[in-house]
């Protein structure tokens, strides 16, 4: 909400008081309080005229209080004027309000960023930073700007940008992407991109231009305007000029046609409409759902089928040990061993081991450390280890007994002998079941699982949430060929992925959802929707939003044609004056945006 808009307002109030205050000066204070709160209109109708582009709520207000003052209303000429606007920084702030939860969602907290010139280290305003620059960010620091490392290794946390949980391991000549956080050592990056162009910017002018792509219910709306402001004139001419000529009483007819044209000034409509949807949005994004556009809310509300990725989606994409099995060794001491063998490894399973175990391992005996096909092989003191899959072992010809449980199974041998295994799975996530039972229960039966995984772990983790269709070891472009074979059936669908190797199907899908933070302009471009916490629940949650964003906006439209039908009656009858019709107009929008204000209190 613009702060002018505000001093005008206020000053506008003022000399309408002054207006009953000092009635000599009536003329004076109205009209100059009127062009205070209404030149932008007038002028801003001037260059419409010559496009033709002249029928709107706008006109009907200027031409109704134009009216007024000719017939000298002078009060009620103002005062139609004044509401309005009120009507139009309410909505502002609605909108501004909207635009804030989802801005907010976005984390902004880059303010400063440390520059590194000739003469040290200074703190600007990542606004002031340019290409080639070099930045220096430090250990639990957020990357403001994207860019190349020039100096320096760590591991990031790019879990908020692209959905991915394992740590990405960077060094010299690696890119890295604002907003993930630098967990260890310390960087230096040249700036590739100035901050305008980085990844919360990209966001934030998506919300922007969200309104671009608009819902069936907002294109009807504006429709409606377009054909119902030139009827409306047509009918308000008629009532002056019919009645007038016969009976030679322009003056009582011009006034009703006047009260006609306020009443009928689709205001309520235009401004409440949309405005409820981009609350809705708003609301989602205080619940941590990007919603990039208000045509997701209502084909939310049309959902045939949901499709859901595993990994990272219905599962946490973390790794955890559930089973340690020793032979002729205790369990503690096998994952000892095998805690200390991982001990130089970063990958997740390796990660998922040494969290088991839980202490510090002392490594300081190993050496000939190799990563080879299916695990590692290194040598501790003088005896040597693999860890590793079950062709691994096999290939060594080594004699175990293989583990027929459903998960990752990491074998442990030592000098050919074998000591054991290790269980380990991809945790469900806890809200995961919950969801599918929810969305169950609001209708959407149709809930499929696609995996690249192997079908004996799909199948276990679809009996675990309830979901009874799915298909394993699939290809990204097996289910895009599912989403465009269900599209052929007419069925409406929502594809739920982890970020951006999912970007063909959410793309192909209706509503294309994105787990885990905003990632890559691929990510960005495909998703409809992005729930910024990996929370799976968020879906219901946007589901809830969706419905009573709806409920709102059909609450607004019968609200705003009952009342307004009833004024238009009495107005043509000639028991309508201009404070009914300024209710009926101003009153009643005012009335449909506090109503619209409930959509942020349906939220988690």
């Known amino acids: 909400m613009k702060n002018k808009e505000i001093i005008k307002f206020v000053l506008a109030v003022i000399l309408f008081i002054l207006s009953f205050i000092f009635d000599d000066y009536i003329i004076l ?11 932008d209109m007038i002028i801003e109708l001037k260059e419409k005229i010559p496009k033709g582009k002249i029928f709107d709520e706008e006109f009907l207000m200027i031409i109704a209080t134009i009216g007024a003052f000719i017939l000298k209303d002078y009060h009620e000429g103002f005062m139609v004027m004044l509401l309005y606007q009120l009507g139009e920084i309410i909505n502002d702030h609605a909108v501004d309000k909207s635009k804030n939860e989802i801005i907010k969602l976005m984390d902004l907290d880059s303010d400063i960023v440390t520059l590194s010139t000739d003469e040290g280290l200074v703190a600007i305003d990542p606004n002031k930073v340019n290409i080639g620059d070099m930045i220096l960010v430090k250990a639990g620091e957020k990357i403001p700007l994207d860019g190349i490392v020039i100096e320096g290794s760590s591991n990031l946390d790019t879990s908020s940008i692209t959905g991915e949980h394992k740590p990405r391991s960077v060094k010299e000549k690696d890119s890295v992407i604002s907003g993930c956080i630098n967990l260890d050592g310390t960087l230096k990056i040249e700036v590739t991109e100035i901050y305008k162009n980085s990844t919360a910017s990209k966001i934030i002018d998506l919300i922007e231009k969200a309104d671009k792509k608009k819902s069936d219910t907002e294109k009807a709306i504006d429709k409606f305007a377009g054909i119902y402001t030139p009827v409306v004139v047509f009918f308000a001419l008629a009532i002056f000029l019919i009645p007038g000529i016969i009976t030679g009483d322009f003056s009582i007819w011009g006034h009703r046609a006047l009260v006609f044209l306020v009443t009928s000034c689709p205001c309520a409509l235009v401004i409440s409409i949309p405005l409820a949807y981009f609350v809705g949005m708003g609301a989602c994004s205080k619940s941590g759902i990007l919603m990039k556009n208000s045509n997701t809310l209502d084909i939310m509300l049309d959902l045939d089928e949901i499709v859901f990725d595993k990994t990272g989606t219905i599962t946490e994409g973390v790794f955890e040990v559930v089973k340690v099995k020793g032979y002729g060794i205790k369990a503690s001491e096998l994952l000892e061993i ?143 060929k599912y989403l465009k074979s269900a599209h052929k059936e007419k069925k409406i669908t929502m594809f739920v992925g982890d970020g951006i190797n999912d970007a063909p ?60 039908l009833l004024v238009l009656t009495l107005a043509t009858l000639g028991y309508a004056n201009m404070i009914s019709a300024v209710f009926a107009d101003v009153g009643v929008t005012l009335l449909t945006i506090l109503n619209t204000f409930r959509i942020f209190k349906k939220r988690d």
């Not at 081991?353 to 490594?363: A, C, H, L, Q, Y």
């Not at 910024?532 to 705003?560: G, P, R, S, Y």
Request: aromatic share 6%.
């Open 505 to 564: 199907a959410l793309l192909v899908s209706d509503i294309g959802v994105s787990m885990g933070g905003i990632g890559s302009d691929a990510s960005i471009e495909a998703s409809d929707m992005v729930i910024m916490n990996d929370d799976l629940a968020k879906i219901h949650t946007a589901h809830d939003i969706a419905t009573f964003t709806k409920k709102i906006v059909l609450e607004n439209i019968i609200f705003v044609l009952l009342i307004k």
């Open 338 to 480: 095998a805690a200390t063998c991982e001990s130089m490894s970063t990958h997740p399973i390796a990660l998922s081991i040494k969290k088991r175990f839980g202490k510090e391992v002392d490594s300081s005996n190993n050496k000939n450390y190799k990563t080879v096909e299916g695990g590692i092989s290194l040598s501790i003191g003088n005896d040597k280890y693999l860890v590793g899959n079950y062709n691994l072992l096999n290939k060594n010809k080594i004699e175990f007994e293989r583990c027929l449980d459903i998960g990752t199974i990491v074998y442990v041998a030592k000098n050919k002998e074998y000591l054991g295994y290790i269980l380990i799975n991809d945790k469900i996530k806890k809200t995961s079941k919950k969801t599918i039972s929810l969305l169950k229960g609001k209708g959407i039966t149709e809930l499929v699982i696609l995996s690249g995984d192997n079908e004996e772990i799909v199948n276990d983790v679809c009996k675990r949430v309830g979901v009874s269709r799915y298909m394993a070891e699939l290809l990204p472009i097996d289910k895009v």
């Open 29 to 39: 204070f109205t009209i100059a309080g009127y062009l205070i709160i209404s030149l």
